[in-house]
Every structure is written in structure tokens, then in C-alpha cells.
């Protein structure tokens, strides 16, 4: 059965540095999310990303945030300059190209630790 | 404001009891819910949805507009129902997921 993967499973990085999260959506998959979960709290919506732009962005996707599908298959989350509140748990999702069928596929997750 | 509310962190009952997960949502317009799942050290993933009206490995969920509410039960809880669970509403044009905080539902043999 086909699966969103993500890489790396868990990244340390020190503040003020640029982390890169990789994402290889469900391959007929055409609607594109990021999610986080700070630890403890709930699973918050980043961005969605269709026909290569982002569709609808959170308030918490401010200008340090940036997504792209750079070849087809990839789909990445960029943080420019980590701030030790990024810290959290990453999920990629998709979905196939009828959106009223509503189910989302998530990835496992990337963790991802501020230091 | 569209908001998903799951009143309990935790739901602690032995094997074979009923089991109620409370969902709560606010949206303007015609909802579209969802149970989402996460077993231990697996990935989210869909338990049901309102509109399919189906019933996954014992568990039922109805959309009551009237409370605004979309509760998950299961007459007879198993020690592999033990995850934690999600509502959650797709709202928008993108299809996007507001999920709710999240039950821990644990079954004690």
C-alpha cells in the first residue's frame, strides 16, 4: 500500500539555523499539508499546496517558513531560522485529486529538536 | 471560528466496557468530521468519517448537528483500541484538517 514518507525521521539543530524537511507524497496525490504538534498540544495546520503554490497558509507560517516541490515528488517545509518554539513533530499529508473524498495521508513524522 | 474541542485527554476503562470519545465542533456551514487514529509509534490515520456513515472495527460515530457534537463509540472496548484519538473537521476549500486535541483512550485488561 502506497505511503507518504518523510526524512529525516528526527533532526537536533542549534537555533538560527535553516532545517529542511522532505516529504515524498502519495505519488497520484495532488493536494499537499504540513502539519505540527508541539509536544503535548495539539496537531496544528501549516500549509496546503496545490498546482505548485501554497493554497492556504496559518498564521503560525510566517515569512521563516517556506514550502516547495522543487521536482515532482519531493515536498518540503523549510524553517530559515529555527527558534527553540519550533521544536515539534512534523507531519506531511496528501490527498488524492477528488478533495471531497477527505481523507488525509499523513507521513510518520519528522521530529524536530531546537537546541 | 471553526474549532474542534475533545473535552477528555485521557479515557481510562477495562476490556469489554462501552467506550464514548466526546467531540465537539463549531462551523458554520455544512460539516465534513473525521476520526483520525494514532496507534503507538504509527502515523495518523483515518478511523472514519461522518458521511460514509460506516462502522470501522466496532466503532460508530453520528454527526448530531442539533449539539453540534460527533462522538466516537464502541459498545465493547479491546486492549488494541489503546491510541490515541482524534476529530477532526475538513473546512475550506483546501480540504484542510482542524484537528481536536486529542483523547488517550487506554484499555486495561
Known amino acids: 500500500e502506497p505511503e507518504v514518507t518523510q526524512t529525516p525521521s528526527h533532526q537536533v539543530t542549534q537555533m538560527g539555523q535553516e532545517v529542511i524537511l522532505r516529504c515524498v507524497p502519495i505519488?497520484?496525490?495532488?493536494?499537499f499539508y504540513w502539519y505540527r504538534q508541539i509536544l503535548g498540544q495539539k496537531v496544528e495546520f501549516l500549509v496546503s499546496?496545490?498546482?505548485?503554490?501554497?493554497?492556504?497558509k496559518s498564521e503560525i507560517f510566517d515569512d521563516q517558513f517556506s514550502v516547495e516541490r522543487p521536482d515532482g515528488s519531493n515536498f518540503t517545509l523549510k524553517i530559515r531560522s529555527t527558534k527553540l518554539e519550533d521544536s515539534a513533530m512534523y507531519f506531511c499529508?496528501?490527498?488524492?485529486?477528488?478533495?471531497?473524498?477527505?481523507?488525509?495521508?499523513f507521513g510518520e513524522g519528522s521530529r524536530l529538536t531546537v537546541l | 471560528a471553526q474549532r474542534v474541542t475533545q473535552p477528555e485527554k485521557l479515557l481510562s476503562v477495562f476490556k469489554g466496557a462501552p467506550v464514548e470519545l466526546k467531540c465537539n465542533y463549531s462551523?458554520?456551514?455544512?460539516?465534513?468530521l473525521f476520526w483520525y487514529v494514532q496507534y503507538s509509534r504509527q502515523r495518523l490515520q483515518l478511523l472514519l468519517r461522518h458521511i460514509s456513515r460506516e462502522s470501522i472495527k466496532g466503532f460508530t460515530a453520528d454527526l448530531n448537528k442539533g449539539e453540534t457534537s460527533f462522538h466516537l463509540k464502541k459498545p465493547f472496548a479491546q486492549e488494541e483500541d489503546s491510541a490515541m484519538y482524534y476529530c477532526a473537521l475538513s473546512s475550506g476549500n483546501t480540504g484542510k484538517l482542524i484537528f481536536g486535541q486529542g483523547t488517550t483512550l487506554q484499555v486495561k485488561p
Open positions: 505519488s497520484n496525490h495532488l493536494y
Open positions: 499529508a496528501s490527498r488524492e485529486q477528488n478533495i471531497n473524498t477527505g481523507e488525509l495521508f
Open positions: 462551523y458554520s456551514g455544512s460539516p465534513e
Open positions: 499546496f496545490y498546482n505548485n503554490e501554497i493554497s492556504e
